[in-house]
């Protein structure tokens, strides 16, 4: 345990002294090389938000911590996982009662960005 933590501790260091703009290719780069620190890296470290599009819908949306699970995002427009995942699972979903909420919020945003 002391080796992994060691292990981490210094990847978190080498991520600290690289160009933050560059931060989602060193992380991938890490994780690369040491595979076994991947889940808690990708827990340990912000990204800067990504523009994704929506292969259902064709339309973006921004992908982050939020609507992620394991390396596919959650689009909020058609609830699906992209890239879907190999096993067939369908992921962490929003319950119905949340999911309306995101709807209708959508729904607003789309009618402010169309003021």
């Given at each position: 345990?002391?080796?992994?933590?060691?292990?981490?501790?210094?990847?978190?260091?080498?991520?600290?002294?690289?160009?933050?703009?560059?931060?989602?290719a060193?992380?991938?780069?890490?994780?690369?090389?040491?595979?076994?620190?991947?889940e808690?890296?990708?827990?340990?470290?912000?990204?800067?938000?990504?523009?994704?599009?929506?292969?259902?819908?064709?339309?973006?949306y921004?992908?982050?911590?939020?609507?992620?699970?394991?390396?596919?995002?959650?689009?909020?427009?058609?609830?699906?996982?992209?890239?879907?995942?190999?096993?067939?699972?369908?992921?962490?979903?929003?319950?119905?009662?949340?999911r309306k909420?995101?709807?209708?919020?959508?729904?607003?945003?789309?009618?402010?960005?169309?003021?």
């Amino acid at each position: 345990m002391v080796a992994y933590d060691s292990q981490y501790d210094s990847a978190l260091d080498l991520l600290r002294r690289l160009p933050p703009s560059q931060t989602s290719a060193n992380l991938s780069r890490i994780c690369t090389l040491a595979p076994h620190l991947t889940e808690d890296l990708l827990a340990s470290v912000d990204q800067p938000f990504e523009v994704r599009r929506c292969k259902k819908t064709g339309r973006d949306y921004l992908s982050c911590d939020y609507n992620r699970d394991g390396d596919s995002y959650r689009s909020p427009w058609s609830n699906d996982y992209e890239p879907p995942f190999e096993d067939g699972d369908e992921g962490a979903k929003p319950s119905d009662r949340v999911r309306k909420m995101e709807v209708r919020m959508g729904e607003g945003v789309d009618v402010y960005r169309e003021l």
